[in-house]
């Protein structure tokens, strides 16, 4: 996944960056390919957190405000520019997406707001919908439905592998299972590096904090409150099968997409309430909740095909307090980026891109102005 060579930092630049999911991976190899000596720590494995469960539809379609907007689309964009490159990709589709709701009003309403902004949505009927969309039982379709043309999907695990890789080739260190780590740095004054679980100290001239639903935690440590939503979530993996689907579903039941090796990836918040963490971390599942996922899949396909899941993955899925995506450098902690959002996967390319960016530029970037941290207005604590 080579890119062209940036603008070079000065000799000597050093970052590190916290958090091995796609947003860190994304700007750590930004970093590198752009000059700057990188260290990518994480507190387990690469991936193994909110990254590693998403269900990583790629989509600007819900109600956002203008400049989140903007910033989706420009996610979606490098994706497509991924795919140009690696069009043998098995992980990464732009199949489209089909929505469909329990009150029609509510698909006419997102599809009337979808096309004022110029965003491809078209209103189907039920027998078209069959006919164009392959791979659904024609007789679980609503009278309309909406589809959403130039929406996708990633797996991941399948992009970070291959990131990770790449990282390490170009001579970026990595470092998993560093633990609950603490940025260094005093108040009003600069970013000093990171300091491990264990005691271990790394020094740097830049920190980016990547941790997803840990990033709050990370920042009280060092003086400062990040509003912070994060809630559970669970994505399960279904066993290989035929199925036939080439699209993302959103339903009033499930969520659906395809998956390498023949797989589906389901999720949903219907039964949330039945997945909980305890007070260690674990987390417990309802296991019922898998086959009435399975069975909620296998009504949905053509020729209703037996669904089984093979993984289940609970997690905590981070959201922000006012629900936008926290891009930026902190003014408390200058040198210090933070970012923290639910929009992982569609953000995960172009957050990074923007990110090392301005830290090899020094240049704020305006598209990320309206999601800077400071729009909190947090201080350190006295």
Not at 99 to 125: C, K, S
Not at 251 to 257: A, F, N
Not at 292 to 309: Q, T
């Amino acid at each position: 996944m080579a890119e062209p060579e940036a603008e070079r930092v000065p000799d000597g630049r050093r970052a590190v960056v916290l958090g091995g999911g796609v947003l860190g991976l994304s700007t750590a190899l930004e970093l590198l390919r752009g000059g700057a000596e990188v260290l990518l720590v994480t507190e387990s494995e690469v991936g193994s957190g909110a990254s590693g469960r998403s269900l990583s539809w790629l989509n600007a379609g819900g109600s956002y405000a203008e400049s989140y907007f903007r910033l989706r689309m420009a996610g979606i964009d490098r994706y497509r520019t991924l795919l140009a490159r690696h069009p043998e990709a098995d992980w990464l589709a732009f199949g489209g997406g089909l929505y469909w709701d329990d009150d029609p009003f509510v698909v006419i309403d997102r599809h009337n707001a979808q096309t004022r902004r110029g965003y491809e949505a078209r209103m189907l009927g039920r027998d078209d919908a069959a006919a164009r969309v392959p791979g659904i039982d024609p007789g679980v379709l609503p009278h309309r439905v909406l589809a959403n043309p130039g929406e996708g999907w990633v797996s991941l695990p399948h992009l970070m592998a291959g990131m990770a890789g790449e990282f390490t080739m170009l001579g970026g260190t990595l470092i998993e299972h560093a633990g609950l780590c603490t940025v260094l740095g005093e108040s009003g004054g600069p970013v000093r590096g990171v300091s491990t679980a264990a005691g271990r100290d790394y020094r740097s001239d830049a920190v980016v904090l990547a941790c997803g639903a840990g990033t709050p935690a990370v920042l009280a440590a060092a003086g400062i409150e990040l509003p912070d939503a994060s809630d559970p979530a669970m994505l399960l993996i279904s066993r290989p099968l035929e199925h036939g689907l080439r699209t993302v579903l959103n339903t009033p039941r499930i969520s659906l997409r395809p998956h390498p090796g023949g797989r589906l990836a389901m999720d949903h918040t219907w039964y949330l309430d039945r997945v909980k963490q305890n007070a260690d971390g674990s987390w417990d599942v309802d296991e019922d909740i898998l086959t009435e996922v399975a069975a909620e899949a296998s009504r949905l396909l053509a020729g209703n095909p037996e669904v089984a899941v093979e993984a289940w993955q609970p997690g905590l899925k981070p959201v922000p307090g006012d629900g936008e995506p926290v891009f930026g450098e902190l003014q408390a902690l200058p040198g210090c980026w933070v970012l923290f959002t639910h929009s992982g996967a569609t953000l995960g390319l172009i957050g990074g891109e923007l990110a090392a960016g301005e830290i090899l530029t020094g240049r704020r970037h305006p598209l990320l102005e309206p999601f800077r941290p400071e729009r909190f207005g947090y201080g350190w604590e006295s």
